[in-house]
């Protein structure tokens, strides 16, 4: 009896269709060898101050060091400044902290355009999901500017979808994806003049399984792309990605990936703030990310929620080191 072939993402064999053949035809498909890395201490948008020692905590574990062994150059390194000040509702919205989430996000949606202009990968490392609204709003306006299309992948147990209206407790980080749609405060929506900042038909999120009720209504209606827990549990989390990549369209010049490491199950990466049992396992998390970056269409990356408060010797930031070398490229092989 003969052995089946095994097909794996490092070993290509005669008449099997890559990732980079697929991409092939994308205008956005070509080798980047420097990153920018922009740290984002923000705590703001939830309730838990240790995520704000998520950057310091990828420095200790040589994020910067291992991505220059990885082959890349790093352009710059730049530090966002965060207000420490408590802040709670104001009278313009249900949200907490909105002004001063707005100018951290300004702050981020510059950094980020401008190493995208410069031909690095922006890698923003958090912080809470909030920043996300910056990151989206820097990648929007590079393309914008460009008239090309562009798509966001955004992995993460909760759906971060929620509006000042629908949320209980009025934390921006489980809002910047409807704010990245259009939905939601002003002053955030409409961060560099203009609203939405993304496509909703070329948007995925991957590896939700803790979505309160009005989110559930908010993503069937939103038009974007989900994939469940219980869709990679059925399709394998090589399928989900792969239909990802063709959900952001065969078009686009880059993709946006946004990285929230509770995505992960909380046994593997326990420094988080607001764990989920059941979600993706160590293996699967960097399969994800491996065939996006087959695809060579990466051109910006979030890693965020990494709370160090909450984390075992540094295990989770170590993992979140490993997931950006993934995203980059890194082969077994």
């Known amino acids: 009896m003969v052995a089946p072939e095994i097909k794996t993402a490092d070993s290509k064999r005669d008449g099997e269709k890559s990732h980079e053949t697929e991409a092939s035809a994308s205008p956005g498909r070509k080798k980047i060898d420097s990153v920018t890395l922009i740290y984002v201490p923000l705590h703001l948008g939830g309730s838990h101050r240790g995520v704000s020692m998520g950057p310091a905590a990828m ?49 981020v949606a510059e950094a980020v355009e401008a190493a995208l202009t410069k031909g690095t990968i922006p890698i923003t490392i958090g912080g809470d999901h909030s920043l996300a609204i910056g990151s989206i709003a820097g990648v929007s306006s590079y393309y914008r500017k460009l008239k090309q299309n562009w798509g966001l992948i955004w ?93 952001c369209g065969s078009d686009v010049a ?3 990936v946004s990285f929230d490491i509770d995505v992960i199950d909380p046994d593997i990466a326990p420094g988080v703030s607001t764990p989920s049992r059941g979600g993706l396992n160590y293996r699967e998390s960097h399969l994800a990310l491996t065939l996006l970056a087959e695809s060579q269409l990466i051109r910006a990356i979030d890693i965020v929620e990494l709370n160090p408060a909450f984390d075992m010797q540094n295990k989770t930031a170590k993992l979140a080191v490993e997931l950006i070398l993934a995203s980059l490229g890194q082969r077994i092989l």
């Open 254 to 256: 880059g993709l946006h």
């Open 59 to 107: 420095r200790v574990a040589e994020l910067p060091e291992s991505i220059e062994r990885l082959g890349f150059k790093i352009a710059e390194e730049v530090d966002i400044q965060v207000p420490y000040s408590v802040c709670w509702w104001d009278k313009q919205s249900p949200a907490k902290c909105v002004p001063e989430i707005g100018q951290v996000s300004q702050d």
């Open 155 to 247: 992995f993460d147990a909760h759906g971060d979808i929620n509006t000042p209206e629908s949320s209980e407790s009025g934390n921006v980080h489980g809002m910047p994806l409807a704010v990245s749609l259009g939905n939601g405060d002003r002053r955030l929506t409409e961060l560099q003049g203009f609203s939405p900042k993304v496509q909703p038909h070329r948007s995925v999120l991957i590896g939700i399984r803790d979505v309160d009720p009005p989110e559930r209504e908010f993503i069937d209606q939103s038009g974007i792309t989900p994939y469940t827990m219980r869709d990679i549990d059925h399709l394998g989390i090589g399928r989900v990605t792969d239909l990802a990549l063709g959900a």
